[in-house]
T-cell receptor
């Protein structure tokens, strides 16, 4: 159980375009979802926390207007990277939790901006 | 959440037990110890967690010292597929925003033939 699905697994886009990444909890309702970013050879860095039906909480230094997060249902959260630039190229990972269970992670989305 | 300290890397021969240490000397009474691992280019995988008693599941065992200031993750018979970065994280088990995990640099375990 506790499967988190992330789509797409990889995407290449041109500079200036926007990219949407989906995160779904397949067999449970996720009250809270988290979005992380990971650059090569570095650890995961939390970008934002989203609770279903409310605005996301962003970590310091993360631009909320650039990284739009929508958590419209208990099973789906989306991260949209707007006006992407090469420096936004990274591995984006979502995670989801329900109640007091451990966090479960998606398999990540590798974004390459050319 | 309390900070953890892990060795940056470890090697283990296939078939042997891998013992991964973690120091968390500032852990609070309501904080659990969680272990995750990340295989290259994948999302982190939950392994095990515990509060103060030793825990075992199909993947690993977790040994927590009596003073709870350190713990050891044990993979009883390491295989090449266990090669990954292992993260030890302490946090209070709670709900909502406070349930976020803060990742350190972890231990890169290399299992060799």
């Amino acid at each position: 159980g506790a499967v988190v699905s992330q789509h797409p697994s990889w995407v290449i886009c041109k500079s200036g375009t926007s990219v949407k990444i989906e995160c779904r909890s397949l067999d449970f309702q996720a009250t809270t979802m988290f979005w992380y970013r990971q650059f090569p050879k570095q650890s995961l860095m939390l970008m934002a926390t989203s609770n279903e039906g409310s605005k996301a909480t962003y970590e310091q230094g993360v631009e909320k207007d650039k990284f739009l997060i929508n958590h419209a249902s208990l099973t789906l959260s989306t991260l949209t990277v707007t006006s992407a630039h090469p420096e936004d190229s990274s591995f984006y990972i979502c995670s989801a939790i329900t109640g007091r269970s451990p966090l479960h992670f998606g398999n990540g989305t590798r974004l390459t901006v050319t | 959440d309390a900070k953890t300290t892990q060795p940056p890397s470890m090697d283990c021969a296939e078939g042997r037990a891998a013992n991964l240490p973690c120091n968390h000397s500032t852990i609070s009474g309501n904080e659990y110890v969680y272990w995750y691992r990340q295989i290259h280019s994948q999302g982190p995988q939950y392994i095990i967690h515990g509060l103060k008693n030793n825990e075992t599941n199909e993947m690993a065992s977790l040994i927590i010292t009596e003073d709870r200031k350190s713990s050891t993750l044990i993979l009883p018979h390491a295989t090449l597929r266990d090669t990954a970065v292992y993260y030890c994280i302490v946090r209070a088990t709670t709900t909502g925003t406070a349930s976020k995990l803060t990742f350190g640099t972890g231990t890169r375990l290399q299992v060799t033939l």
